[in-house]
């Protein structure tokens, strides 16, 4: 199992990029997927994740701004980032996560698998 992320970039402050996870020779459906950031000097966090069932979850510095979906059907995981800040800067991955008994998703990694990231740079 390994993930790929893309569909990061350079974009100017208030701006939107999307980005896109896939996993190699793994079915994504019926599992959670989370979104993480890992800017340099800084420990990873949890940004957005979503649950087998649509459901999703945000970390306060991001909601009304990102939106994490999924394609079942193209195997994707998307999140969608508008109004872009400075402090947006990092590497972001995708990953499993795991769920409460309610079942929303939370926003800590299943296991130590990560794939090679992708850049966001928010920059004028």
């Known amino acids: 199992l390994q993930f790929v992320e893309s569909g990061g970039g350079l974009v100017q402050p208030g701006g939107s990029l999307r980005l896109s996870c896939v996993a190699s020779?793994?079915?994504?459906?019926?599992?959670?997927i989370g979104w993480f950031r890992q800017a340099p000097g800084k420990e990873r966090e949890g940004v957005s994740c979503?649950?087998?069932?649509?459901?999703?979850n945000y970390a306060d510095s991001v909601k009304g701004r990102f939106t994490v979906s999924r394609d079942n059907a193209k195997n994707t995981v998307f999140l969608e980032m508008n109004n872009l800040k400075p402090e947006d800067t990092a590497v972001y991955y995708c990953?499993?996560?795991?769920?409460?008994?309610?079942?929303?998703?939370?926003?800590?990694?299943?296991?130590?698998?990560w794939g090679p990231g992708t850049q966001v740079t928010v920059s004028s």
């Open positions: 990953t499993l996560v795991p769920i409460t008994p309610q079942y929303t998703c939370r926003l800590i990694p299943t296991d130590d698998i």
């Open positions: 020779e793994f079915t994504l459906d019926g599992y959670h």
């Open positions: 979503i649950n087998f069932d649509g459901e999703t």
